[in-house]
């Protein structure tokens, strides 16, 4: 069992920056991948980033690659992501979830045993 809870949400201007934190609870969390999705009103949730259990080899959406940053610690049992240059249409609600165990690194939500609660994020124009 893992239990996610994240922070960092809040509202901010366009091209500013926020850092979102997802931490972990139970003995698993360094063994899983983990994933940051993002859901906008009326639309789909949409795979943002993810890294490996070790921490290395991330992978990111188009939309936000080169903007946004994911890592871990696996020591403090938490997953990050560093969002630079943030954009109005990355306004949504936030969620991290840890993958099924055997996974290397996925962007399917459909492997992801796990998910936070979620944190919402407004960019203002």
């Known amino acids: 069992q893992v239990q996610l809870v994240e922070s960092g949400g809040g509202l901010v201007q366009a091209g500013g920056s926020l850092r979102l934190s997802c931490e972990a609870s139970?003995?698993?969390?360094?063994?899983?991948?983990m994933g940051w999705f993002r859901q906008a009103p009326g639309k789909d949730r949409d795979f943002v980033a993810t890294i490996t259990a070790r921490g290395d080899n991330p992978h990111y959406a188009e939309s936000v690659k080169g903007r946004f940053t994911i890592s871990r610690d696996n020591a403090k049992n938490t997953v990050y992501l560093q969002m630079d240059n943030l954009k109005p249409e990355d306004t949504g609600n936030y969620y991290c979830?840890?993958?099924?165990?055997?996974?290397?690194?996925?962007?399917?939500?459909?492997?992801?045993?796990?998910w936070g609660q979620g944190t919402q994020v407004t960019v203002s124009s």
């Open positions: 139970g003995p698993t969390f360094s063994s899983r991948a």
């Open positions: 979830a840890a993958a099924a165990r055997g996974y290397w690194r996925t962007s399917a939500s459909s492997a992801y045993d796990y």
